[in-house]
């Protein structure tokens, strides 16, 4: 039988692995999604390459980098931080546990990458945050965690999947129910956050952040909208370079800074904090006992109880 052969680069040494039908028959063999694999790695920190044909990959404990390359791929990452992507095909990747006994501290699990085609991506659980990457998408995506789909670079399956980072075009990113993360990267996207506290995130270009209940919502460079509707729980809305506008509705506190550029702050019923930064900046507290502060430029406060750095 001819056995095909790939490097791996572990922690702490280099050896040779067999692709292929391995092992001999009797052995008992390492599975990953019920295959049998043909690229095992160590219990170290390993770079794992797969071939242009179909692999089975088994990276084992530690932080692993992994890459099928061609093929219809299937790929574990094991316990530990890794990134994982499949390329073109097909492919089937799970991340596998994080923050295990042997990494107790572990604050981020795994990086997954389906490349083109029509991927399931399973996050694996554990105590890191799993994410999704589509920063190589040729395309704008569409990607909803609650769903656990996500279009745009072939149709994804997505599973246990904590957060996800968009492409360089117009995303549309929806969260779900537990503490994720949306990251749209460069494009003009649209993040709608749901649940329990998610952490949007607009990068470059004119997004519109939505938060459904509470939660932490960022801008970047361009002119972003950002909103937030919320009765009980505190959220905090956050501007940066560019013309932006901060909404808050709802009774629950808010802090709301705008950052660079001439920004329109303005708060619901709750007790808010709002702060211009640098620009020409309106801030309009509403009702509630509010706090406003101006900063580089000429601000007009509006409503605000406590003032500071404003006109008006």
Known sequence: MIRRRSLVVGAAATML???????????????????????????GDDRLIGTPRDDVISAGRGRDVVAGRGGNDVICGGAGSDRVRGGRGDDRLSGGVDGTTTQPTTRYGDLLAGGGGDDALDGGGGRGSDRVTYVSSRRAVQLDLTAGTATGQGTDELVAVDGAIGSRFADTLFSN????VLDGRQGDDRLVGVGTLPILIGGDGDDRARLASAGIALGGRGDDVLTVQSNSVRSSLYGAA?????LARGSADVRAEGGRGDDEIITGAGDDKLSGQAGDDVLDGQAGSDRGRGGDGTDTCKHVEQSRGCEG
């Open 17 to 43: 692995v067999t692709l292929g039908t391995w092992p001999a028959a009797g052995v008992a063999s390492t599975q990953c999604l019920g295959e049998v694999v043909t690229v095992e790695g160590t219990h």
């Open 177 to 180: 129910d537990f503490i994720s």
């Open 242 to 246: 560019g013309a932006d506008t901060l």
